[in-house]
């Protein structure tokens, strides 16, 4: 088996989410056990508080994932970043792959726990979220999070071309999760979206899968794009996230699951 990861206005609607452009307005800084953060808060006022974890790429904390962070704080949700990759990036910063960074040290899932403890306590106690979403590309920390019943952080997830994770992740999540995909991508075959398909089946939680044509891996936090498709999934992968109702936002998947 081939293995596999109400708010009211006002507030810009978050559908604008999927662009790249502009200065990030949130915070870079470190949380009480020295991990990286990047913070931005919500503007207008809201009747009440959600909270979203982000988990970012494989090229850490920097511009895209600072603006999409923003983007989600426009969106009504306190947006939090951890440093699960252990790379964080100055505004124009290069990037240089962790092998050629002197003393790199890739966080491991005991440093990733603590980065989501301290998160989950500054959002819920200090800030004083009710709900808290997991978003993220690659998926394997959300899963793991998700996979563990002694500690649950998120209400419900979503994460976008998902690698290297296991079918028992899927048939072990605790939360509702959403799932995107692409048709060319090359680290994720289709037998691969199967095993994630069958494993969420067998765990009950309510789903929701999303395959998108003609993009390769990587398409839903890519900056530069040179097809319509790869332009269109990217924003539909962002509205994925965040479901915008007449009412106003909230986490994706968070109405359904009501029902479980």
Not at 48 to 63: L, P, S, V, Y
Not at 144 to 168: C, G, Q, R, V, W
Not at 186 to 199: F, P, T
Not at 236 to 254: D, H, P
Request: proline share 5%.
């Amino acid at each position: 088996m081939t293995d596999l990861e109400n708010f009211p206005t006002p507030g810009p609607c978050a559908f604008s989410g999927f662009q790249c452009e502009g200065k990030p307005r949130g915070v870079d800084e470190k949380d009480e056990d020295g991990y990286g953060r990047y913070i931005s808060m919500p503007r207008g006022n809201y009747d009440r508080k959600a909270g979203i974890i982000f988990f970012t790429d494989a090229k850490g904390i920097w511009h895209n994932s600072r603006v999409f962070a923003d983007q989600f704080a426009d969106a009504g949700y306190t947006a939090y970043i951890i440093n699960s990759t252990g790379i964080i990036r100055a505004e124009g910063e290069p990037y240089v792959p962790p092998a050629k960074i002197p003393g790199f040290k890739k966080p491991t899932r005991n440093d990733i726990t603590t980065m989501l403890h301290n998160a989950d306590n500054w959002l819920r106690a200090k800030q004083g979220c009710h709900k808290i979403g997991g978003v993220g590309a690659g998926g394997v920390p959300i899963l793991n999070e998700l996979s563990d019943k002694k500690t649950l952080y998120f209400n419900a997830a979503f994460i976008a071309h998902p690698t290297n994770t296991t079918k028992k992740l899927f048939d072990d999540i605790s939360a509702p999760l959403s799932v995107a995909f692409g048709d060319n991508d090359s680290r994720i075959d289709q037998r691969a979206r199967h095993a994630a398909e069958n494993g969420l089946i067998k765990s009950s939680q309510p789903y929701q899968i999303s395959l998108y044509s003609h993009v390769h891996h990587g398409f839903a936090a890519r900056r530069a794009f040179t097809t319509e498709a790869e332009v269109f999934a990217k924003k539909q992968t962002f509205i994925q996230a965040i479901t915008c109702k007449s009412s106003g936002f909230m986490i994706v998947l968070e109405t359904i699951s009501q029902f479980s």
